[in-house]
């Protein structure tokens, strides 16, 4: 009876021992697992001030704007459809803005001086790409990447897109072209009383008015990041500031229009495109210079004129398919195949005369008249007679 007493005793103490060491264990590991720190201190008492909304424009009046400032990073051009009119480029979109909620002082939280968020829990401007053509045209929904919080309330958000925006392709002097592609950005539902959009580069003139409005920007673009492309150079980058007045409402509407300016690089066309049209416009003027009488023109002639059909296959696959305009390189073939079939019309002519004779055609007297006594004179071509031959009017030899 007293063992079996003690072994329930021992039985009791161990379970006690187990329980006890499975309860520390889980607040061990739960603590590991909590966020501790400044940071965490820091953002619970940002995050979670009684009046603070990320819905809600961060002023302290209504009648305030936000002074908000944006440039654009470019990294790459990825295409440029000139069939579709649309030009695809990867970009970071830099924004800064001042919010009152996100200040605090350092010496009171750890010396920490910025703090990295998600943008969910702070407000963000509803920037939208007005001349969208199909790709992300709200930032603010198309980006998930954190912001950059200061102790002062400045906030910086970087956050890369892939802008597809429409763009007037103009062939004219394809492949030697020049192309200017604009993106306008600016906020869709605030106007600008409620947020004053300007570029990084008006940071100097602080007060919220428009009367910087419709100023032009040079080098408004970032391009210490630029990837070169294969087909396409950069030329120059510029800005300009606008004041829309839309017939929805009445407030005026802010927005930046970035001007791209591209060059066409012509290595890939003038090698397989420009050399092989002058070497067929070459040929179409070798047909010239070949004997009346020679049947070989005709074969010449059809040659290039088959070799010119083909290379006009070839041109409408590189050359950019639209109905605005015409290439002036396609007009130069143009050309090119209608001197062939008039230089091929012209030598069946000459040759069908060559191949006549007295005995079954006879000159008429008008044909007479202008190859005999009118040419002559115009040609200054001298006539002369047989030696010992009387040599009448009609049978004339022109030297």
């Known amino acids: 009876m007293k063992s079996s007493r003690i072994l329930i005793h021992r039985t009791l103490v161990l379970i006690f021992y187990a329980l006890f060491f499975n309860v520390s264990c889980i607040k061990i590991v739960n603590s590991e697992l909590l966020p501790s720190g400044s940071d965490w201190k820091l953002y619970k008492y940002l995050t979670t001030k009684k009046n603070y909304s990320p819905f809600v424009r961060p002023v302290t009046r209504h009648?305030?704007?936000?002074?908000?400032?944006?440039?654009?990073?470019?990294?790459?051009?990825?295409?440029?459809?000139?069939?579709?009119?649309i030009i695809k480029m990867n970009a970071w979109v830099?924004?800064?803005?001042?919010?009152?909620?996100?200040?605090w002082d350092p010496k009171d939280h750890g010396n920490v001086t910025s703090l990295i968020l998600p943008s969910q829990d702070i407000w963000t401007p509803d920037l939208a790409l007005y001349n969208n053509a199909g790709g992300d045209w709200d930032l603010a929904s198309s980006s998930s990447t954190k912001v950059i919080v200061h102790y002062d309330g400045t906030v910086i958000w970087r956050p890369p897109i892939i802008f597809k925006s429409q763009c007037g392709i103009n062939v004219e002097y394809f492949p030697f072209d020049m192309q200017n592609c604009s993106m306008k950005i600016g906020c869709w539902t605030h106007h600008g009383l409620l947020i004053d959009l300007r570029h990084t580069s008006q940071k100097a003139n602080s007060q919220p008015t428009f009367d910087n409005c419709r100023s032009q920007i040079d080098h408004a673009i970032d391009l210490s990041m630029f990837t070169t492309d294969v087909q396409w150079d950069l030329i120059g980058v510029s800005a300009r500031r606008n004041i829309e007045?839309?017939?929805?409402?009445?407030?005026?509407?802010?927005?930046?229009?970035?001007?791209?300016?591209?060059?066409?690089?012509?290595?890939?066309?003038?090698?397989?495109?420009?050399c092989p049209c002058i070497s067929i416009s070459i040929l179409t003027i070798l047909v010239f210079?070949?004997?009346?009488?020679?049947?070989?023109?005709?074969?010449?002639?059809?040659?290039?004129?088959?070799?010119?059909t083909v290379f006009f296959l070839l041109v409408f696959e590189i050359s950019p398919p639209t109905s605005l305009v015409v290439p002036l390189i396609v007009k130069f073939l143009l050309f090119t195949m209608v001197l062939i079939i008039f230089s091929t019309i012209a030598t069946?002519?000459?040759?069908?005369?060559?191949?006549?004779?007295?005995?079954?055609?006879?000159?008429?007297?008008?044909?007479r008249h202008i190859f005999i006594e009118v040419l002559p004179k115009v040609l200054r071509i001298k006539r002369y007679e047989h030696p010992g031959s009387k040599v009448s009017p009609g049978t004339l030899i022109f030297k």
């Not at 070949?290 to 010119?308: C, F, Q």
Request: charge should be neutral.
């Open 348 to 367: 069946v002519i000459v040759l069908n005369i060559h191949t006549r004779t007295p005995d079954t055609h006879k000159i008429s007297p008008w044909t």
């Open 289 to 308: 210079y070949l004997p009346a009488d020679s049947r070989e023109k005709i074969s010449l002639s059809i040659s290039t004129l088959i070799a010119l």
């Open 94 to 103: 830099n924004l800064d803005w001042k919010d009152h909620n996100f200040m």
């Open 245 to 274: 007045f839309y017939p929805c409402c009445s407030e005026p509407y802010l927005d930046i229009t970035f001007y791209i300016i591209l060059r066409r690089k012509p290595l890939f066309f003038g090698v397989n495109l420009i």
């Open 63 to 85: 009648e305030s704007a936000v002074l908000l400032f944006m440039n654009l990073s470019l990294i790459q051009i990825l295409d440029v459809d000139e069939k579709r009119q």
